[in-house]
């Protein structure tokens, strides 16, 4: 993966850069043998419509899978995140890092700027 700011953007449009995705699969990420429905559920503060729409189009995109079994006579949904999810995420999250390690830097030099106009200085930076 290149490193140009608008590569790094490009990335950050896909499928976990919204905020109820970045949760459920920094969740699913964090349960070594899966999350059940339940758990996420109450992690992540959603309904259960909301987090079933947001699990689809996880599964749509193989990035996580559901299993759906019985325990208890109750039926138990898990979701676990699959290999290509794993490889997907960390590149999402790489690629985030590198996008906000950008704008700090810009944040700091207009900071430091600002500040030197201010003082009524053009200083070299």
Do not use: W
Request: hydrophobic share 45%; glycine share 4%; with cysteine.
């Amino acid at each position: 993966m290149t490193t140009t700011t608008d590569n790094l953007c490009n990335v950050l449009v896909k499928i976990f850069h919204e905020p109820n995705r970045l949760a459920i699969m920094s969740a699913v990420c964090a349960a070594n043998r899966g999350i059940p429905f339940s758990d996420l559920k109450a992690v992540c503060r959603l309904t259960d419509g909301n987090l079933n729409r947001h699990l689809k189009v996880l599964e749509e995109e193989g990035v996580i899978r559901m299993d759906k079994a019985f325990v208890r006579l109750r039926p138990r949904t898990t979701i676990y995140l699959t290999k290509t999810g794993f490889k997907r995420f960390n590149e999402y999250l790489a690629a985030l890092a590198k996008v906000l390690d950008q704008a700090q830097q810009a944040a700091s030099s207009e900071s430091a700027k600002s500040a030197r106009m201010a003082l009524g200085k053009v200083l070299p930076a």
